[in-house]
């Protein structure tokens, strides 16, 4: 059942805390995580967006706050490849790359969005 508005709203406070504390403050994984996050609901609609799968990546994120276990190393190289990924984007900007170089990344890139796409379809989260 999709989510209403109020509820959208609520679930991206909800999550947005959560992020917090499971990165337990740190810079610069809680802007990566706020910027992430703010991408997700700003492009996704409403009607996306599923109660039940945004409960589902609230256990998971209590899970990465309370254990340093998997879904701890899972949410840290999600923030780490996320940071890296702005990282370059910003520097692309001001320097050429070597040929082939972008092509490689941007596989890279596509294939590491693949994984966390079927991470979500098992799990039934919404990672981004």
């Not at 810079?27 to 009607?47: E, I």
């Amino acid at each position: 059942m999709p989510c209403s508005r109020t509820q959208v709203l609520h679930s991206y406070r909800h999550l947005y805390r959560q992020l917090l504390h499971a990165v337990q403050f740190s810079t610069p994984a809680r802007h990566v995580a706020r910027d992430r996050l703010r991408h997700a609901f700003r492009k996704g609609k409403p009607t996306d967006y599923q109660h039940e799968s945004i409960v589902r990546t609230l256990e998971f994120l209590r899970g990465a706050t309370e254990w340093s276990g998997l879904e701890h190393r899972i949410l840290a190289n999600l923030l780490h490849v996320g940071y890296w990924e702005w990282k370059h984007q910003m520097t692309r900007q001001y320097k050429s790359e070597k040929k082939g170089e972008a092509e490689t990344r941007r596989k890279a890139y596509a294939h590491f969005n693949q994984t966390v796409e079927m991470l979500n379809l098992s799990l039934g989260l919404c990672l981004r």
